[in-house]
């Protein structure tokens, strides 16, 4: 592998700059979101029964501050219940409610309408999701500031490290953090590691043991 020096590196600028990020998924991602209702109300919906079908509004608060990430998948749970999404702000935005003038020390952030059973049966999904994409987008963000801060203009590149069957929102975040994804899976360029090294025949500098980072 070859390793270039911070000065050889290309500048890098936001993913936000160059379009909508939502442009680079797949149409098939779809099929997650169906997946995850699916796994929260697998048979009957008695709460929603319980509050019917009259429409609602709902309201997306911001208490802590963070980089907003992941309204693509958050659009698509109210899609696939019949409701719609209205966004007070745009992806990629930082959002801090200690700068709220309205002193509440929350931010409106988007405002979901449709029938008070289906607000209520997306609601947990999409705020789950929502949050650690969120999440993952802001501490990307923070390190990016942090490196820039330190005068490196380099790639900061994410890792498979991901949650199992949540990677596409996770690289999502990091994206839409300024972050970039990196590989998506193993089949995805050629990265040898010292575990593989040591799966070949340990050298001089190894122990035999299977080296504690795996």
């Given at each position: 592998?070859?390793?270039?020096?911070?000065?050889?590196?290309?500048?890098?600028?936001?993913?936000?700059?160059?379009?909508?990020?939502?442009?680079?998924?797949?149409?098939?991602?779809?099929?997650?979101?169906?997946?995850?209702?699916?796994?929260?109300?697998?048979?009957?919906?008695?709460?929603?029964?319980?509050?019917?079908?009259?429409?609602?509004s709902a309201f997306l608060l911001c208490k802590s501050p963070g980089v907003l990430a992941g309204v693509p998948f958050f659009d698509?749970?109210?899609?696939?219940?019949?409701?719609?999404?209205?966004?007070?702000?745009?992806?990629?935005?930082?959002?801090?409610?200690?700068?709220?003038?309205?002193?509440?020390?929350?931010?409106?952030?988007?405002?979901?309408?449709?029938?008070?059973?289906?607000?209520?049966?997306?609601?947990?999904?999409?705020?789950?999701?929502?949050?650690?994409?969120?999440?993952?987008?802001?501490?990307?963000?923070?390190?990016?500031?942090?490196?820039?801060?330190?005068?490196?203009?380099?790639?900061?590149?994410?890792?498979?490290?991901?949650?199992?069957?949540?990677?596409?929102?996770?690289?999502?975040?990091?994206?839409?953090?300024?972050?970039?994804?990196?590989?998506?899976?193993?089949?995805?360029?050629?990265?040898?590691?010292?575990?593989?090294?040591?799966?070949?025949?340990?050298?001089?500098?190894?122990?035999?043991?299977?080296?504690?980072?795996?």
């Amino acid at each position: 592998m070859t390793y270039l020096s911070p000065q050889a590196l290309p500048k890098m600028t936001s993913l936000i700059t160059h379009g909508d990020p939502s442009d680079l998924l797949s149409t098939h991602f779809t099929t997650d979101i169906t997946r995850w209702l699916a796994e929260d109300t697998p048979s009957f919906d008695y709460g929603g029964f319980v509050v019917g079908s009259s429409i609602r509004s709902a309201f997306l608060l911001c208490k802590s501050p963070g980089v907003l990430a992941g309204v693509p998948f958050f659009d698509e749970v109210f899609r696939q219940c019949d409701c719609t999404v209205t966004w007070h702000y745009a992806e990629g935005t930082y959002l801090d409610p200690s700068q709220d003038q309205g002193g509440k020390g929350k931010i409106e952030v988007a405002t979901v309408s449709g029938p008070t059973r289906k607000l209520l049966l997306g609601e947990r999904v999409a705020l789950n999701m929502l949050a650690r994409c969120s999440g993952v987008a802001s501490r990307s963000r923070k390190m990016l500031d942090l490196v820039r801060g330190a005068g490196y203009e380099g790639i900061i590149a994410g890792t498979r490290k991901t949650t199992p069957g949540f990677r596409v929102v996770e690289k999502y975040g990091m994206l839409v953090g300024g972050i970039d994804g990196h590989r998506h899976d193993l089949s995805s360029m050629i990265m040898l590691k010292d575990n593989h090294i040591w799966a070949k025949g340990a050298s001089a500098s190894y122990t035999g043991r299977v080296p504690a980072d795996i």
